[in-house]
C-alpha cells in the first residue's frame, strides 16, 4: 500500500464488511455475488441482472435492488442454484469480468489524484432516486464510462432521501406529485465511518448553526460516487431538510443544498483522505466549494490572489444552461444569511469574496450567481454542444469585457450517452453478430464503422420490430395499472389492454414537460393530429411521458390539454400517456419507438441527449436543428426542423405545421413503404445512416475522452 493509501479513509473497509456480511446470508459459494451487488456495474450488465432475477424473478422486478433481494431469499432456493452447475459457471464468468482486471481504485489514483465531478443529481439507477433529468443522466453517464476508461473520477453529490417527486395524473389530467422516502440503508451502498467505530461527518455553518452530513459511498466498477446526507438526529429538523428532496421550489433551501454540496463535498474529500487534483463542476450549483477550496490556501498563508489562481488552475466547469433564469442569482443578504458565518470565518474581506460571483465586480448593488463564481474559479469552461458553446460566449461575454464574443474563453465538449445503458440488449447482440464484439473500444473516427451499412436488413428490422413490440406490451400494461390507480372508468381501462399495435409506426416524446421543449406543439393543430391518428392506411401511434416541475403551472396546463383529448376516438386507443417518467421508463422508450420528436424553442436546448439515445437503437430523429441535433443532422439520418428566426408565435407556426408535414409527406411513406420480403428498405437505409453517423460519435466515451484531452490535461504553454 502507498502512504497515501493508508492515511485515507475512503470507506474501502465499510464497503468489504458490507460485502462479507452480505455473504453470509447465502451458501459460501455464492458469495461473488454479494460483491456483485455492492458494484452498481450491475446495471448496465445484464449478465449480472440475470444471475440476480433468477433468484427470484418476481421479487427482481418489483425491487432491483439486489442486496434485499439477496437478505430476503429463502435459504433452499439460494441452495438450490448453489447446487445448478450452470448457474454457477456463470457467477464466476460474471465475476471475472467484473472483478479480475479491476485496477485497484487506490493506484489509480495514487499518481496525480483523481478528478472529483461535482453535480446536484446523478441519475445511477431507477431505483436510486437521485435525479431528475437530463442533468442526472449525463453525469450517471459520465461516471460509468470513467469506470468503463479506467480513468480516475470520483463523484460528488447529494444523498436526497426522497429525491425528485413522482407524478400521478388524475382523472382529468392534473398532476399531482407525491414523495416516498428511499430507504438508503437497504440499498448496495454504504455509510462511510470512521477510525473509531462511529460514522465519519463533515460540518458546514449553514444559517447560524453547524450542520453536519454524513456521507455515503457507492461504487460503480472503477469509481466510486460519494453522497452527503445531512438526516441525522444531530441536526435541528430544518436542516435535515436539506439534503431531503432534489429541486425544492424554495430558493433558500436551494441556496442551503448548493452550499452543503460545495463546501461540505470538498470537507467531506478532506475527511475521506481524497486529495482531487482537478475539481470538475458539472453546472454550477456546487460553486461554493471554490470559497471552501479558497479558504484552505488562505489559511496556509497565500495571498488572496495567489489563492484564487491556486483554485482556478484545479478546477475546470461545464455549463448547462442556456437560459439566464436557469443560472440561479442570489441578494446578498439571502447569501449572508445562509453563509454569514461561513464567510466570518474566511479571512478575506466580503466584498472580494462577492466580486467573485458577480458579472460586474464592484457593483455592490448586484447580486451573486452561481454560474459567474463557478466561471471566475475555474481554469476553463465548456458548453455541451457546438451549438451551445456560441450561446454561452455571447451570454457570458460581459465577464471578459475586453474581448469580442467569439474569443470568450468557453469551449464546447458535446454531450454523448453511456451505450451500455442506452442500447438495448438485442441492438447489442446485433452489432456483436455483424461488427465483433470489439466495437465498443473503437473510437469515433475508426473506418470499421462502415459496417454498419451491411447490417442485413432483415436482421436489422426483426430486431426493430422485436423492440416495438415490447414498447407495445410496456404501454399496454403501464396503462392499465395508471388508468386503474387514477380511477378511470372501467371502460377506458380495458380500452388500456388493447393501445396500440406492433405494427404501427410508433413515435415517442419524452422529457421533462419544460415549457421551452414545446410539448403544447402536438395539441396546436387539432384536426390535422385527429385526421392523421384516424388514418387507416399509413396508421401512427404517439407515447408521451413526462413531470412538469410542481411549481411550473404553464407545464401542467399542457399536460392538462394533451389528457384532455383522451375522450376522442380513435386518440385512447393511439395515443398513450405514461406516468412517472424515469430512467427505466426511457430506457423503454428510446429503445422501442420509431421516431423521436424533439421540439425545444431554439437556441434554449443545451444538448438534449434523450434522440441520441434513441438513435444507438436504429429509430431515427425529428427535431428541431438545436443542440446536438444541429451538429448530427446531415440530411439523411433523421429530419430536421429549421426554425425561422424572431416571433415566438411565428415559430410556434411554423414548426408545429413543419413536423405534421414531415411525419404526413415524408416518415409515413417511407416507413410504409415494403419492397420484396415485406421491408420497408429504404426505411432501414435511413437507420443505418443514424446509426453510422450517431453511434460512433455521441457516446459517452467519446465524451469522457474529449474532456479528458482538453479539459482535464493540465494546459501547456
Ligand atoms: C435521457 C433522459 C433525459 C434527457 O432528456 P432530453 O430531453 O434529451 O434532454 C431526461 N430524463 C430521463 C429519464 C432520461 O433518460
Known amino acids: 500500500m502507498s502512504p497515501k493509501t493508508l492515511g485515507r479513509n475512503d470507506g474501502s473497509r465499510d464497503v468489504a464488511n458490507a460485502i462479507a456480511e452480505l455473504a453470509q446470508q447465502a451458501p459460501a459459494t455464492l458469495a461473488p455475488l454479494a460483491a456483485i451487488a455492492y458494484d452498481y456495474r450491475w446495471a448496465w450488465e445484464p ?25 430476503a431469499a429463502a435459504p433452499r432456493r439460494l441452495a438450490a442454484l448453489a447446487a445448478r452447475t450452470e448457474y454457477m459457471a456463470e457467477l464466476r ?39 431528475g433529468g437530463g442533468l442526472g443522466v449525463l453525469a450517471g453517464d459520465l461516471l460509468k464510462a470513467a469506470s468503463d476508461a479506467a480513468l480516475p473520477l470520483i463523484g460528488v453529490g447529494l444523498a436526497y432521501r426522497q429525491g425528485y417527486f413522482q407524478q400521478r395524473l388524475d382523472p382529468d389530467g392534473w398532476q399531482h406529485e407525491y414523495w416516498v422516502d428511499c430507504a438508503f440503508d437497504r440499498l448496495p451502498i454504504v455509510r462511510v465511518g470512521d477510525r473509531d467505530g462511529g460514522v465519519l461527518t463533515v460540518s458546514v455553518p449553514i444559517r447560524g448553526r453547524d450542520v453536519r452530513a454524513q456521507v455515503w459511498r457507492l461504487d460503480l466498477g472503477r469509481v466510486r460516487l460519494y453522497l452527503l446526507d445531512t438526516d441525522r438526529d444531530d441536526n435541528d429538523p430544518v436542516d435535515r431538510w436539506i439534503t431531503s428532496r432534489l429541486y425544492v421550489g424554495d430558493r ?7 452550499a452543503m454540496l460545495g463546501i461540505g463535498g470538498v470537507r467531506a474529500l478532506a475527511a475521506l483522505g481524497i486529495e482531487p487534483s482537478l475539481v470538475h463542476l458539472n453546472e454550477g450549483h456546487a460553486a461554493f ?8 490556501h488562505l489559511r496556509a498563508g497565500t495571498s488572496f490572489d495567489d489563492a484564487v489562481a491556486a483554485v482556478r488552475a484545479a478546477t475546470i466547469f461545464t455549463t448547462h444552461t442556456p437560459v439566464p433564469a436557469g443560472n440561479e442569482a ?54 455541451v454542444s457546438r451549438r451551445h ?75 426493430r420490430s422485436a423492440l416495438r413490440a415490447a414498447l407495445v406490451e410496456y404501454a399496454r400494461t403501464r396503462s392499465v395499472l395508471d388508468r386503474l390507480s387514477r380511477g378511470d372508468t372501467p371502460e377506458y381501462v380495458a380500452q388500456a389492454a388493447e393501445v396500440f399495435d406492433e405494427k404501427v409506426l410508433t413515435i415517442g416524446f419524452a422529457r421533462r414537460v419544460a415549457t421551452y421543449k414545446r410539448l403544447y406543439l402536438l395539441v396546436r393543430c387539432p384536426e390535422r393530429n385527429l385526421r392523421l391518428l384516424a388514418d387507416v392506411d399509413m396508421p401512427v401511434q404517439l407515447v408521451i411521458a413526462g413531470k412538469a416541475h410542481p411549481q411550473d403551472h404553464d407545464a401542467k396546463n399542457t399536460l392538462h390539454a394533451i389528457f384532455g383529448a383522451k375522450a376522442i376516438p380513435n386518440v385512447g386507443r393511439r395515443v398513450v400517456f405514461l406516468e412517472n417518467y424515469d430512467l427505466a421508463m ?54 430536421g426542423i429549421a426554425t425561422p428566426e424572431g416571433d415566438p408565435q411565428a415559430q410556434d407556426d411554423h414548426d408545429a405545421a413543419a413536423v405534421l408535414d414531415l411525419i404526413e409527406h415524408e ?16 426505411w432501414l437505409a435511413r437507420v443505418k445512416r443514424a446509426l453510422r453517423t450517431i453511434v460512433p460519435q455521441f457516446t459517452a466515451a467519446r465524451m469522457l475522452h474529449e474532456y479528458d484531452e482538453r479539459m482535464y490535461a493540465p494546459p501547456t504553454g
Not at 667 to 682: I, K, Q
Request: glycine content about 10%; proline content about 6%.
Open 47 to 71: 449478465r449480472a441482472t440475470a444471475l440476480f432475477a433468477a433468484i427470484d424473478p418476481e421479487m427482481w422486478r418489483r425491487t432491483t435492488n439486489p442486496r434485499h433481494l439477496i437478505e
Open 93 to 131: 464468468a460474471v465475476s471475472d469480468a467484473f472483478f479480475a482486471g479491476a485496477a485497484d481504485p487506490a493506484a489509480a489514483d495514487a499518481g496525480a489524484g483523481p478528478v472529483a465531478y461535482f453535480c446536484s443529481e446523478f441519475a445511477i439507477h431507477a431505483a436510486l432516486p437521485i435525479y
Open 252 to 258: 433558500r433551501t436551494r441556496l442551503t443544498q448548493y
Open 289 to 296: 466549494g471554490g470559497y471552501e477550496r479558497l479558504r484552505e
Open 330 to 383: 442570489y441578494g446578498v443578504d439571502e447569501v449572508e444569511a445562509v453563509l454569514g458565518r461561513y464567510f466570518d470565518d474566511l479571512a478575506a474581506p466580503r466584498e472580494r469574496l462577492y466580486d467573485l460571483a458577480r458579472l460586474r465586480p464592484g457593483d455592490s448593488g448586484e447580486g451573486l450567481g452561481i454560474t459567474p463564481l463557478a466561471l471566475r474559479t475555474s481554469r476553463a469552461a465548456n458548453g
Open 389 to 463: 458553446g456560441e450561446v454561452a460566449r455571447a451570454m457570458w461575454q460581459p465577464l471578459w469585457s475586453d474581448r469580442a464574443v467569439d474569443d470568450v474563453p468557453i469551449g464546447h465538449v458535446t454531450n454523448g450517452v453511456h451505450v451500455g445503458t442506452w442500447m438495448a440488449p438485442p441492438m447489442q447482440a446485433l452489432l456483436d453478430r455483424h461488427l465483433g464484439s470489439d466495437w465498443r473500444r473503437w473510437r469515433a473516427d475508426d473506418a470499421r464503422w462502415d459496417g454498419i451499412a451491411a447490417l442485413p436488413d432483415a436482421e436489422l428490422w426483426a430486431t
Open 586 to 639: 426511457a430506457l423503454r422508450l428510446v429503445s422501442g419507438v420509431d421516431l423521436w420528436l424533439n421540439l425545444p424553442r431554439p437556441p434554449l436546448e443545451a444538448s438534449g441527449t434523450s434522440g441520441m439515445k434513441v438513435a444507438m437503437n436504429g429509430g431515427l430523429n425529428l427535431s428541431v436543428l438545436d443542440g446536438w441535433w444541429s451538429e448530427a443532422f446531415d440530411g439523411e439520418n433523421g429530419w
Open 667 to 682: 416518415v409515413r411513406p417511407l416507413f410504409y413503404e415494403r419492397t420484396a420480403g415485406g421491408l420497408p428498405v429504404r
